[in-house]
């Protein structure tokens, strides 16, 4: 694995495939997009990793964000056309402070035009280009925590806001929405992701730095930013299999093991030495089945 701090102006895509180049790697995925102006957190996965992206795009995300009030754009962010302005002069920082505790917890977001969800298999973003619009399903999403970071009056009044949040959450959606209840509309400005899951902005590397040490051949320092598989999953609870039940999960059959958790989910699993073998998940006999098993040992 690699935590990449994605660059303002690339798509989550581009930031994949110069990474992918830069490691000669065969195979690779991400694990949940970032818009173009977005910068920050992105866990990118090779190899046998990949098998564990699922459980990253899941993950919950911490965002800040800078929201521009009284201009409402096509795409939600800087980066679209302005298609509605009005002045945010009368906003102030109680009305702000009095309008956020209603997007606290479990709320309903209608996704963004511009999105790569599909409709009859084309992107969303592919139809609002064309100057189509559809009808879209309103989602539940739940935000854990918005936090009010600082708020500038003005014709054009700033809200820079901290947001975590569970998979699916639109930033730009929320900023609109917010914008509404004020009255006076809104727009993401700036937007980045501090952290995926249990990766940090501390775990992150520059997409420059990767480029320059492969400029410079140092491929042991390239190889030293890389992060074990077992980093996707650390948050799942351990359980230690023996080497002959190993051999029969990666047979793909579900094995008994003697610490299984007391409540059925998804376990991490190690063998006797320690070492990351795969995911499995407590069945409803007490057993452990295979889900994702890594095809050769990993060290931690």
Known sequence: MLVV???????????????????????????GSLDPLATGVLPLCFGETTKLSQYLLGADKEYV????????????????????????????????????????????????????????????YELARRGEEVDREAREVTIHALELLGFEPGERALMRLRVRASKGTYVRTLAEDIGAVLGCGAHVAQLRRIASGQFVEADAVPLERLQQLRDEGDFDALDALMLPPERAVQHLPEVVVAEAGLFYLGQGQAVMVANVPPERGTVRVVDADGVFRGVGEITDDRRVAPRRMMAAQVAR
Do not use: W
């Open 5 to 31: 701090d994605k660059p303002p102006g690339m798509t989550s895509n581009g930031v994949l495939q110069r990474a992918k180049g830069i490691l000669f790697a065969a195979k690779a995925g991400h694990t």
């Open 65 to 124: 964000t800078t929201v521009v009030l009284g201009v409402r754009t096509d795409t939600g962010d800087a980066d679209g056309q302005a298609i509605a302005t009005c002045s945010a002069a009368g906003i102030s920082l109680p009305d702000v402070e009095a309008a956020l505790p209603g997007f606290r917890g479990l709320i309903s977001q209608i996704p963004p035009m511009y999105s790569a969800l599909k409709r009859g298999g084309v992107p969303l």
